[in-house]
């Protein structure tokens, strides 16, 4: 890239690139080079935005742990709307499967990005919790309106659908393939203990 041109959004193309290399390789191979690489911009470049590797890393997961957030947010006030399973799956596969697969492996391979997520976007943020915490209050509320038994335990509930995607994120699935997969795992959940 010549010198002197101005990229728009850099953080967020360089972000996206992370998860490319990520997707396409172990973590322990994650170097600034290779993200830039991937990215099509000098290697200057990322250490011009951020004072280090690391600090590049923990601007990812937190970028990526609030667009988490973000999308689950409003899934607990939908409590009584649709179905329970749609509701459910179509709040965790409303973030890119290319960005839970990415943040996940990163932080397997990395467990103190959590607490540097945390302290920036408070407790329960990092990851995966995000969804679990929103699944749990979601299906408590639907209990409390009697569309989940009253015996359904919602946190258990909610650790099963967060373990399906880890699942599926750790194994690479990207596809739609793997959006089938979750969905699946979703209904079987419901299927069980939860009434469509």
Same mark, same amino acid.
């Given at each position: ?15 996206? *690139? ?15 080079? /290779? ?78 990005? =959590? ?7 408070? /407790? ?33 509930? =909610?650790? *099963? ?17 793997? /959006? ?9 959940? /419901? ?6």
């Amino acid at each position: 890239m010549p010198r002197g041109v101005a990229i728009p959004e850099v953080r967020q193309q360089l972000f996206a *690139a992370v998860e490319r290399v990520i997707a396409g390789a172990e973590p322990s191979r994650l170097t600034g080079r /290779a993200v830039t690489r991937e990215a099509g911009v000098a290697t200057g470049l990322l250490y011009a935005h951020f004072a280090n590797f690391d600090a590049f890393l923990t601007g990812y997961a937190v970028d990526r742990a609030f667009q988490i957030s973000g999308e689950v947010a409003g899934l607990p006030a939908r409590a009584g709307t649709g179905t329970v399973a749609g509701n459910v799956s179509e709040a965790v596969l409303a973030t890119p499967l290319g960005t839970l697969l990415a943040l996940t492996r990163l932080m397997v391979f990395r467990p103190q990005l =959590a607490a540097e997520v945390e302290a920036v976007l408070g /407790a329960g943020t990092a990851g995966l919790q995000a969804v679990e915490h929103a699944v749990a209050r979601y299906l408590a509320a639907e209990r409390q309106l009697g569309r989940v038994p009253a015996g359904a335990d919602p946190e258990a509930l =909610a650790l *099963a659908v967060v373990g399906v995607l880890h699942h599926v994120a750790l194994s690479g699935g990207t596809d739609s393939a793997a /959006a089938t997969r979750i969905r699946r795992a979703v209904d079987a959940l /419901a299927d069980y203990g939860v009434p469509r």
